[in-house]
């Protein structure tokens, strides 16, 4: 990658539990140790858990963010060198967002442009407004979904939400937690039936991750799972996604509200 692309990729999923924050931080360290450096940033911007589940929240005491105040303050080291964009005690954001406060978000971390080479955002679920403003401001999207028939379904919605209102093409797509590699492929096989008639749409599959128990005791004990079980199944298996994220070319902007987008015309130019 040259050092000034940026690479901002959104980690989406309509319906709740398929594994977002799983694959959104393990996704993170994984670049990380293959010498990127990334920011992880926290976009459920109602309940923000990547904190919790990393263990940044252990015996802190931080001040309610307040307005004005530079993002950069709420950088914390996490794993691996990932630099984690967190909201840590109860600032602003846990409250009720609107789409407008998302737009100042992005806009605010401009500043963090020079200091990263991968933005990865864990989104909320959900089709809420502020919620879509994140995730189509990403340069690439990255859709989760698991073995379930309401998982695929909420997929297709997400999808075809944004491209009809936002002009989003290209979707990555994992399916998390599966039986085998096959169940993996076999829904993203029925994503492409459901979304067959939007011919302009382009699904890439990334791949699967397999149900591993490693994933629980990673979450219980507030650990990434690379950093506590990496020789495990699913670990290995986020490892290959990176790879393939890390050899394909980054997205250019689409001139729509993005993250970098005054850096990212700039390097175009």
């Known amino acids: 990658m040259n050092s000034s692309t940026k690479q901002i990729i959104a980690v989406a999923g309509c319906k709740g539990g398929v594994g977002k924050t799983l694959i959104a931080v393990n996704l993170a360290l994984s670049l990380a140790n293959n010498g990127r450096r990334v920011v992880l940033m926290d976009g459920n911007l ?30 914390k080291e996490g794993p691996s060198g990932v630099h984690v964009l967190t909201p840590l005690g109860q600032p602003i954001w846990r409250e009720t ?49 698991n073995q379930e028939v309401l998982s695929l379904l909420d997929s297709v919605r997400l999808i075809r939400l944004l491209y009809r209102e936002y002009g989003v093409r290209r979707f990555n797509v994992v399916v998390n937690a599966v039986s085998n590699r096959r169940y993996g492929s076999n829904q993203f096989e029925r994503l492409q039936n459901h979304l067959s008639d939007e011919v302009a749409i382009i699904l890439r ?52 509200i993005e993250f970098f987008l005054p850096a990212r015309i700039s390097e175009r130019v």
């Open 46 to 75: 109602a309940v923000p858990d990547v904190g919790i589940s990393l263990g940044l929240e252990k015996n802190l005491n931080v001040e309610r963010q307040k307005e004005g105040q530079d993002i950069a303050n709420f950088i």
């Open 205 to 256: 599959y990334q791949g699967a991750v397999p149900f591993d128990k490693a994933v629980a005791e990673s979450l219980s004990r507030q650990k990434a799972l690379l950093e506590s079980s990496p020789d495990c199944r699913a670990s290995k298996a986020i490892n290959r996604i990176a790879q393939q994220i890390m050899a394909a070319p980054v997205t250019p902007p689409r001139g729509r």
């Open 97 to 145: 967002v609107e789409t407008g406060q998302a737009v100042r978000m992005i806009e605010s971390l401009e500043s963090l442009s020079p200091s990263l080479d991968t933005l990865i955002i864990d989104t909320a679920p959900g089709l809420a407004p502020d919620n879509i403003a994140l995730i189509q401001a990403a340069g690439e999207i990255l859709i989760v979904l």
